[in-house]
């Protein structure tokens, strides 16, 4: 049993910080952005301080900053370093994790996209209540913390985030991000495998305060997120479980809450966590009838929240083997990436740090050069330091949109995918290698989401009938994992068979979307 429990542990986290890596980065860069090139005053005027506009601000530009609930914290200390109130900056913090461009995309493939554009308005009523709720129960002024002497243009201003971002992964940053990534572990502590199958069905009373529970601790990506909120409308399950896990899953964990208390102390903080709880709630019981769809059959259960428990079974066998094989198969390449950035700021900290020892970094990078050369100084052509902070933030904007294209291909790739897939699949689960089908069925599942944003991607609308057909196509997927795990090796031909067929009629309708695209193109 400890055993279990600690290599699901190992892979827990480790899948974790795989998936947040990216996002981590990107709440560094923004950091440092913010201190370098922005300066406290331009930031406070960026997120409209003092003004009636500033927590629908922070609530905007939360939604399009490609960050999590881990990467966000880097930039909420920065905000408060900078003198931003309490309330803008536990808006910001909560909604920046919730949505960004490829997240959004992928909720608008919901059997209703409405649901995705409710949810948003619901957000903003969640930051705006609390926020206007904490900033009059705590009217105290925030004083802005110690004056940093700018850097120059030049150089030394592009090696001065370097240096920040460095200096801030051996800060209480990183601190906070690892108690951030405690609460899977103690998830996979208390909940066995496959224990939170059935726990948050649609109709059940206690479904929104039983994923508020497991909510809180739980660290969940944009994207994983959002792929959960979908596979819980598919399911038929509770509409106010889905709005607590979309805030609380995705919008905090436990490293928010510990730098809260640090930072506003624990009479602050409990207020702000009971006026949230009790928003969420409340929005989440009454989201439920209006919401809930009525064009699906509820299921009994879901394996969406099998990553919030313990991955092994007690008498799994070979589990070191089995955390390594299971990390090969999930890390993406942006996730590789990520933690090799992540890497190498870590090195450059340290080296910067080693540095500071013998030398003072930050006189030398404050410290302005004397250009004799008039005929350079003529020539340079100096840009403010928020056109370098505008061009930063915009181009993170842009790279996560554009990446959008990249993670979701047009049809054509995606259903060559697919066919590669399906292949892997129905071999095996109709000559009973059961193991590596289970470990192709997660993959198809993605890539029939995938294809659907792909299309809506680039055609602004998915039909009915393709939401159909892959809506069938996931349903088979589904009970042919059910007829693998129950190990009825007849079950499993049958529905392969019932899936191979339904695939073929999916490829015709997405076909067509292709044919009529290269036609446009042409």
Partial sequence: MSEAIFWGGVLRVAQSVSQAAPFILTGFIIAAVFRRWLGPQSVRKLFGEGTWRSLPQAWALGMLLPVCSLGVIPVM????RAGLRGGTILAFGLT?????PLSVLYGLTLSEPFTIFAFSICSLVVVTCIGLLFDWAFPAKVEQEVHEESVPYGIKRILSVFVSMGKDFWSYSTVYILIGLSGIVFLNVILPKASFQTSVNGGDLWAPILMTGVAIPAYATPMLAMSQLGTMFQHGNSVGAAFALLILGAGLNFGIIVWMVVAYGWKKSVCWMVVLLGVVLGLGYGLEKPLYPTDIDP??????FDVYCCPFSVDQSHLPAAVWQKLEDDVRPEETFGMISLFVIALTGLMFLAVERRFNLERWLTSSPEITDEKSRSMDVVLPNWVLAAAAIIGLVAVSAAMCFAYYPS???CLEEIFIVKGEVLSAARSG???????????WEDWNRRIQVGVYLREFELSDYQR????????YIELLEHAIEDDDQEEAKHYATLLARAHSRMVRAYQTVSKVSAENQG
């Fill in 77 to 80: 200390r920065e905000m408060k």
């Fill in 96 to 100: 920046a994790p919730l949505f960004n």
């Fill in 299 to 304: 299921a009994d259960h879901s394996h969406a």
């Fill in 411 to 413: 049809p054509e790739e």
């Fill in 433 to 443: 290698h059961d193991s590596h089908a289970m470990h192709w069925i997660p993959v």
């Fill in 468 to 475: 159909m057909k892959a809506r069938v196509v996931a349903d």
